[in-house]
């Protein structure tokens, strides 16, 4: 499966940006899908991810009651809503689709997409 991420920005603290990754090539239905950021000089990380159906998802402690995961089978893509963003917010943002089911661990995922840069700044 071939994802493109979008929608990464410049945006002052406390405020809201909504990433997109549109999914190809395979059925997206059958993909749990999970979103994973990498801030400057630091390892990758998990911050959320969503099963195929929706209905599942679950959150890093670091995002969780700021961020919402959520899918529309019908067009292929699944979104990230950042709200109450932070400066250590600030990373690279990752799609990414595991060849099983839904999953917190990078090592999981085997499909990955190219990263939008989202940085949190005034």
């Known amino acids: 499966v071939q994802l493109q991420a979008s929608g990464g920005g410049l945006v002052q603290p406390g405020g809201s940006l909504r990433l997109s990754c549109a999914a190809s090539?395979?059925?997206?239905?059958?993909?749990?899908m999970g979103w994973f950021r990498q801030p400057p000089g630091k390892e990758r990380e998990f911050v959320a991810t969503?099963?195929?159906?929706?209905?599942?998802?679950r959150y890093a402690d670091s995002v969780k009651g700021r961020f919402i995961v959520s899918r529309d089978n019908a067009k292929n893509t699944v979104y990230l809503q950042m709200n109450s963003l932070k400066p250590e917010d600030t990373a690279v943002y990752y799609c990414?689709?595991?060849?099983?089911?839904?999953?917190?661990?990078?090592?999981?995922?085997?499909?990955w997409g190219q990263g939008t840069q989202v940085t949190v700044s005034s």
């Open positions: 090539g395979r059925t997206f239905s059958n993909y749990a």
């Open positions: 990414a689709a595991p060849t099983r089911g839904i999953s917190t661990m990078t090592s999981a995922y085997d499909y």
């Open positions: 969503i099963s195929m159906s929706g209905v599942v998802t």
